[in-house]
């Protein structure tokens, strides 16, 4: 392990509704599929497809706020919407994820009026139940490696510093949010995180899974939901590999606990 860097966790962040806005933490529980209430919640279409801010990009607007009992939304306009963390005997339906079918929980109550209005596309808010198991699909993942609603794996890691090198790029500089990480790290070098096999997060041991391949999400400005060109356009210039543009690290826990902001980071290269 290395502690050379004196590497820290700096921010912490967790997605509620698969692809609207995340709140920051200072603290949070990791569970089987990843931070607790992250991309535990998730709209799909009238096939069961998710939907996402790469068709959408007025998901961005979505805000959310957990509190003990409910996770409440709310946008532009809008009345903000109750929506209890626990749901009993809720029907189920099956819902698609980058071609993974699994089950989804429909909440009931004003959320499908009330997403569809905002929307202004017909849509279903889904709750993922405890006992549906998605399997994480990586040459990295382990039996029994799980994961929510996520694209594919439970964590995405960037670093400060690699932000900062990509800022220095561009005409008009980005903030974090566009590329919605779990982990946000300082006190490492621009793209240190690919170099990294393993790391620590406090007591918490994770392995360094695939690189993050980005999508149109990365070009919707989080407080608007206009949809431009960059970074896509500059990244694509110094971090592209076989069709993809690569930006953070994906990871997977080998530990059950709490990280918190400010705990230390050890790392192991590759």
Not at 9 to 25: M, Q
Not at 48 to 76: C, D, K, N, W
């Amino acid at each position: 392990m290395d502690l050379a860097e004196n590497v820290t966790l700096s921010g912490l962040y967790v997605y509620p509704i698969k692809s609207c806005a995340g709140i920051f933490l200072q603290s949070a529980e990791l569970c089987a599929t990843g931070l607790r209430h992250d991309r535990r919640w998730m709209l799909v279409d009238e096939t069961g497809e998710f939907m996402s801010q790469r068709a959408h990009p007025r998901m961005a607007l979505i805000s959310t706020h957990l509190s003990a009992e409910y996770l409440t939304v709310g946008a532009p306009g809008m009345p903000d919407l109750e929506i209890p963390l626990q749901e009993d005997d809720a029907k189920l339906i099956d819902v698609r994820v980058f071609g993974d079918t699994n089950r989804g929980a429909l909440v009931g109550g004003e959320a499908e009026r009330w997403f569809g209005e905002f929307l202004q596309f017909p849509c279903r808010l889904v709750h993922k139940p405890d006992d549906d198991l998605r399997l994480v699909d990586s040459s990295f993942a382990r039996s029994g490696d799980q994961v929510g609603f996520a694209d594919g794996f439970a964590f995405l890691l960037i670093s400060e510093a690699s932000l900062e090198d990509l800022n220095s790029r561009l005409e008009n500089p980005l903030p974090m949010n566009r590329f919605r990480p779990n982990f946000v790290v300082r006190g490492c070098r621009p793209y240190a995180e690919d170099g990294w096999s393993r790391l620590r997060i406090g007591d918490l041991p994770f392995r360094v899974a695939e690189a993050c391949p980005r999508c149109a999400i990365t070009t919707v400005d989080q407080r608007t939901g206009v949809r431009g060109k960059e970074p896509l356009r500059t990244l694509a210039t110094y971090r592209k590999s076989d069709g993809q543009v690569y930006f953070g690290r994906n990871l997977i826990h080998d530990a059950l606990g709490t990280v918190r902001v400010g705990d230390s980071i050890e790392t192991s290269p590759r």
